[in-house]
């Protein structure tokens, strides 16, 4: 907090009951074993999350959910949500955080067991700061940032961001933007039978003296073939700049590819306004319609927060995986001309020749294939 004073604006450590009074739950489930989501103190029954930065005895705890889930995009199945029932007041207050104490006990097996600490300005649609979230194989769950639980571009990669331990840490995440009121709630995706989150000391913060101004963009939505100077970034200050004041502005697509938007904007001394034009790229691949984040601060300023969408105009290219080749466990292929062991057709059985994928474009045009990916499970 560059500017001012941190202020505590939230705290919740789950050290006396709080459904139905401070927080609503949805899909609530304890079997007393190893089944819950639900607030469970240090040692109970199926927990092995311990210690650390653990505040008190309680927390908040996930493991097996049984309930048949909520619903919320992009997960399906088995979800849980806490969310507080009272909205914080932040008028005049910037650059807020979310930290918390988390911990996971088995390792998670599913990409799509996130915990998520999400938030909603003023009543509109919730965000995403961060959370956890598995891989794909039995390993801990990774951290990430904003909305790129799926991808990672613009945060800590993967494979090497912090990881989730038995033992409680502190993370911290950004709330970007301004309004009049913050809310907060947790989401949890858990439905594997060893996949356990912990959660605890929740705190959210924020910076009693910085400057909140007002960004807006020309449109929330355009088209990939948009072109140069098709879209405007304008900050308007709630009085006269007293010197120039430089804006950093931080872009985030799940491609990268969307746009071209300049890194700086400068309000002049004595101006209350200042504007950029920004690019929208044209690809030439089929990646759907994209958001991008647009971040923009400056010491001693709030952080705002947009987002608009470019619109994908590339078709659907057509490439499908047309063939798998195996060859039979114990086999002895080198020896064989067995036709069944035979996967390229060439006569002959050679081991290292009837293992393949076989990946067909049936385009009538060369395709990109930079940006798929290849998946088993």
């Excluded at 405007?232 to 009085?239: G, I, S």
């Amino acid at each position: 907090m560059a500017a001012g004073e941190e202020v505590t604006l939230f705290t919740e450590g789950f050290e006396s009951e709080g459904a139905g009074t401070r927080y609503t739950v949805i899909n609530p489930t304890d079997d007393g074993n190893n089944d819950y989501f639900a607030r469970r103190p240090e040692g109970s029954t199926g927990t092995s999350v311990r210690g650390g930065t653990l505040q008190g005895n309680w927390f908040w705890a996930a493991q097996d959910l049984d309930g048949d889930g909520v619903a919320v995009p992009p997960w399906e199945d088995n979800e849980g949500l806490v969310t507080w029932n009272d909205a914080i007041v932040i008028t005049d207050l910037g650059n807020f955080r979310i930290t918390a104490a988390v911990a996971q006990g088995g390792d998670e097996q599913e990409f799509d067991n996130p915990l998520a600490l999400q938030y909603r300005f003023d009543g509109g649609e919730w965000l995403t700061a961060g959370g956890f979230r598995g891989l794909h194989t039995n390993s801990p769950s990774y951290y990430f940032e904003g909305g790129n639980f799926e991808r990672t571009q613009g945060t800590v990669p993967s494979n090497l961001g912090p990881r989730l331990t038995r033992t409680f840490q502190d993370f911290s995440w950004a709330i970007p933007g301004t309004g009049d009121t913050l809310e907060i709630r947790l989401f949890i995706n858990a439905n594997g039978g060893s996949e356990q989150y912990g959660i605890d000391n929740i705190r959210v913060t924020g910076d009693d003296a910085v400057i909140v101004f007002d960004a807006a963009l020309s449109a929330t939505e355009f088209d990939e073939d948009a072109g140069p100077a098709a879209g405007d970034l304008t900050v308007t200050l709630p009085e006269a700049a007293t010197s120039d004041v430089v804006f950093d502005i931080e872009v985030s697509d799940i491609n990268m590819s969307e746009v071209d938007m300049p890194e700086t904007l400068t309000v002049l001394s004595g101006q209350t306004e200042g504007t950029v034009s920004f690019d929208i790229l044209e690809d030439g691949r089929y990646d759907g319609n994209e958001p991008v984040i647009v971040l923009v601060s400056s010491d001693g300023y709030a952080t705002e927060r947009l987002l608009f969408t470019v619109n994908n105009l590339d078709p659907l290219q057509r490439v499908v995986l047309n063939e798998i080749g195996t060859v039979q466990i114990g086999a002895n292929c080198a020896d064989t001309e067995d036709p069944v062991q035979d996967n390229n057709g060439d006569g002959v059985c050679l081991e290292d020749e009837e293992e393949f994928m076989e990946i067909v474009n049936i385009e009538s045009f060369s395709v990109n294939i930079g940006n798929m990916e290849l998946w088993d499970e």
